[in-house]
C-alpha cells in the first residue's frame, strides 16, 4: 500500500505544481513536473516521521525543496542549457539556480503542502 501512497502524491505533486506554474507565470517546463512531484513525494515522507509539527516541516521542506531545486537548476540551466529558470538578479542567488527569496516562498508553500499530505495519509492508510 505506501507504494501506491508514494505514487499517488508523486502525481499529486507532478499536476498541482505545473497548474501553478502555468497560472503564475503562464508556461512550465517537463522537468518543472517531475520536481514538483519528487518535492511533494519527499514532504509526504517528512510528514510522516514522528513529531513532525507543520513548522518543522516548513524548514526541513523548504531546505529540502532548495535542495531539488539547486540539483535540477544545476542540470537543467547549467549543464543542458534549457534555461527554465534564472535567479541571478536576486539577492544572494547561489549560481542562479536557488535564492533566499525562493527557499521562503517554497517554506510558505509546505504550508497547504503539509494538509495536503495528512489528507492524503487519512485517505489512504484506511
Known sequence: MKYA?????????????AFVE???RGYTHWTMCLTGGAALT???????????????????????ITAIEFA???FDNLIMHW???????QPLNVLGQICPLFTVLWGI???PAFFLCQMIRRRLDQ
Do not use: E, K, N
Not at 515522507?45 to 513532525?52: G, Q, T
Not at 534555461?83 to 538578479?89: G, L
Open 22 to 24: 502555468v497560472v503564475s
Open 72 to 74: 535540477v537548476g544545476i
Open 109 to 111: 508553500l509546505c504550508i
Open 5 to 17: 501512497q508514494y505514487m499517488f502524491t508523486f502525481l499529486m505533486g507532478y499536476f498541482l505544481y
Open 42 to 64: 519527499m514532504l509526504y515522507f517528512i510528514s510522516r516521521l514522528p513529531a513532525m509539527t507543520l513548522i518543522r516541516c516548513c524548514i526541513i521542506g523548504a531546505a529540502a
Open 83 to 89: 534555461h527554465v529558470w534564472d535567479y541571478s538578479d
